[in-house]
């Protein structure tokens, strides 16, 4: 095994720590699976230009690279779903009113991770999955499209603002940060950031499906 497949491996490990350390009620732990999220995010990215840029391709890599990408997405999806939208993290403070402590907060109130965002963009990511094994078996090689690569880096903007706020609102209340406006100003970009990132990754999801579609799927339906 070589270093990029070895880093590769190595990011697959982490992933279920990425999934399990934001449901923990430690201000710390969820800093630690924000860290943790941003050394899976920038490894993605150096193993596969380490790969390249050294001739170190190989056919365990092709297989493993796309199934950590996949893993990842998931490992980070369902905590954020969960997180956002699941009556048991919903917090109430003193005077029993409940407030979901994890959705985004923007200027224009607070947005929550909807399930067919989730569904869209898993579903995109096991479709196209299959469309390149298919195309593949055929003799055709699908290469990753501009689009395509711009989602997975609003992917990666959106859900790191996500984890970073798992980890920020904790402290936050356990430093009783929140009534104080810089931290108000801050939670507002933060979100801002956030549901602008979620937004363009479905845009771009859902684009450059259309793409793929457009270009190869007629020569995959010949070689059928």
Known sequence: MNLPNAITVGRIALTPLIAWLPFTTSWSTRLAAFLLFLVAA????WDGHLARSRNLVTDLGRLLDPLADKLLLLAT???MYVLQRHDAFVVRDGSGAAWPPFLFETPFGLVS??????????GRELFMT???????????????IGPAKWKTTFQSI???AAYFWFFASTLA????????????????????????SMLGAVVLTLYSLWLYLRRYGRQVMRAA
Do not use: C, K, S
């Open 158 to 160: 959106w859900l790191g």
């Open 77 to 79: 999806l369902v905590p």
């Open 130 to 144: 299959v469309f390149r094994q298919v195309a593949a078996r055929r003799g055709l090689v699908i290469a990753a």
């Open 173 to 196: 209340r356990h430093e009783q940060w929140l009534d104080y406006g810089a931290w108000q100003a801050f939670a507002w970009f933060n979100g801002v950031v956030g549901v602008g």
């Open 113 to 122: 991770l909807p399930l067919w965002i989730v569904l869209v963009v898993l």
């Open 42 to 45: 920038v490894t993605d990215y």
